[in-house]
């Protein structure tokens, strides 16, 4: 099992910037992908950005150049750095973590943060 504690979310106004940041704690492997999802109200929850070890990000369009994501193996964090927010922006963001085992998806998830992005 994994446990993954998000902090870092809340109101700023369009053009602002904001850093999440998710803990990771129990069976957490440096093989995992570990990543970020967002889910605005009455929306699907989409990917927003992951990232392997070893391999490049993975952005979502609509974030690309504002967005960074960054892994910190030693200590099982990740995190995501938001710059240029927009109101479009506002969700509830989830940490991810996700692997395969016996060729089944397995995923684990924080609790969410909010963001808000609003004048």
């Known amino acids: 099992q994994v446990q993954l504690v998000e902090s870092g979310g809340g109101l700023v106004q369009p053009g602002g910037s904001l850093r999440l940041s998710c803990v990771a704690s129990?069976?957490?492997?440096?093989?995992?992908?570990m990543g970020w999802y967002r889910q605005a109200a009455g929306s699907q929850r989409e990917l927003v950005a992951q990232?392997?070890?070893?391999?490049?990000?993975w952005y979502e369009s609509s974030v690309k150049g504002r967005f960074t994501i960054s892994r910190d193996n030693a200590k099982n964090t990740v995190s995501l750095q938001m710059f240029s927010l927009k109101p479009e922006d506002t969700a509830v963001y989830y940490c991810?973590?996700?692997?395969?085992?016996?060729?089944?998806?397995?995923?684990?998830w924080g609790q969410g943060t909010q963001v808000t992005v609003s004048s």
């Open positions: 991810n973590v996700w692997r395969r085992v016996s060729g089944s998806n397995v995923n684990y």
């Open positions: 990232e392997s070890s070893g391999d490049s990000a």
């Open positions: 129990g069976d957490i492997r440096s093989s995992d992908v």
